[in-house]
């Protein structure tokens, strides 16, 4: 049986994905009693829990960091591990956004520390990518937009807190490196060996780069154009696309690269419920009600699983 030093040992940094599925679910909410008239008033205790399960899994990589410093070296040079790291500066961005109708200098300091980590966090990921020794076309994944995501949010809190060029930057960086590493992903896809299973829920990490870039980009414009149906658009085709392969995904073993499904989700969920805000359009009032009551589900159904798995300590085992 694992000690507990050892588990915190094999902590992952993935588990920080489970922080951004809560915070898109609670901003779904937000969105959805706003734009929607929800009367569930959900996103005040699920923003509590969502800052509850940061903090701790914080805390927890912190105390590993501490004493198994070798061991967070090692998922800093590992080909697919490295993207999660930005997960911690994606989270605070998206706590930010969370904290933004309830209170406006908590969300200004969340974004300050969210976006200067994710910088970092950025340019020291595409440094290992230009300057790597040991990357191969099988290692990339759609884990690798993780760090593009995180740029595209930026504008989201950005614009409404006034930080329009610093917001623009971000957007740029993320909407070019999502075109350039979507190409690469969809030709390792097509003609390379097919992702390992406990990766496959990573293809619903497509949906996010367009869903959230237009959420950033009609906060950017200030309204609904072209440009932005085109993103509104791929995301929902993308989503689509997926729904399809359903069957693939559901005889997938657990593991905790699960958490891939919840954020995109979110992402298209609250997307849809923006375009109910510009169009007037009563379908996209239908399909947003349709898609928050399905992340509502899978974040729930993670959440059980997740719990099932840390009790039965089938989480934070070493690789084998």
Request: glycine share 6%; net charge positive; proline share 5%.
């Amino acid at each position: 049986m694992q000690s507990a030093d050892n588990r915190l040992e094999n902590l992952p940094i993935s588990f920080f994905a489970m922080v951004m599925g809560l915070a898109g679910l609670t901003i779904a909410w937000e969105k959805a009693r706003h734009s929607l008239g929800v009367p569930l008033a959900l996103d005040a205790p699920l923003l509590t829990l969502t800052g509850a399960v940061f903090a701790v899994l914080l805390v927890a990589y912190a105390a590993k960091l501490a004493r198994y410093r070798s061991a967070v070296l090692q998922e800093l040079g590992h080909p697919v591990k490295l993207n999660f790291f930005p997960t911690i500066s994606i989270s605070l961005i998206l706590l930010a956004i969370a904290f933004l109708p309830l209170a406006v200098e908590v969300s200004r300091a969340l974004w300050i520390l969210g976006v200067s980590a994710h910088l970092v966090f950025t340019l020291y990921v595409m440094n290992v990518w230009i300057h790597h020794e040991h990357l191969e076309v099988h290692h990339i994944n759609p884990a690798w937009f993780i760090p593009a995501v995180g740029n595209v949010l930026v504008p989201i809190a950005g614009v409404p807190l006034g930080y329009g060029d610093i917001s623009w930057f971000f957007f740029s960086v993320g909407i070019v490196f999502w075109m350039i590493l979507f190409t690469i992903i969809i030709y390792r896809v097509l003609f390379h060996h097919p992702i390992q299973d406990r990766l496959m829920p990573t293809f619903f990490i497509l949906i996010a780069p367009p869903a959230v870039g237009f959420i950033a980009y009609v906060k950017l414009v200030g309204g609904l154009d072209s440009f932005g149906r085109v993103l509104y658009f791929t995301g929902l085709f993308l989503t689509l696309l997926l729904v399809t392969q359903a069957r693939r995904f559901a005889r997938l073993q657990f593991f905790l690269s699960w958490w891939a499904y919840s954020f995109p989700v979110a992402a298209i969920t609250i997307a849809t419920m923006l375009m109910y805000d510009l169009t007037g359009t009563a379908f996209y009032r239908h399909l947003g009600l349709g898609l928050l009551s399905v992340l509502s589900l899978v974040v729930a159904y993670l959440l059980v699983k997740t719990a099932t798995a840390v009790l039965r300590k089938g989480i934070c085992l070493p690789e084998g």
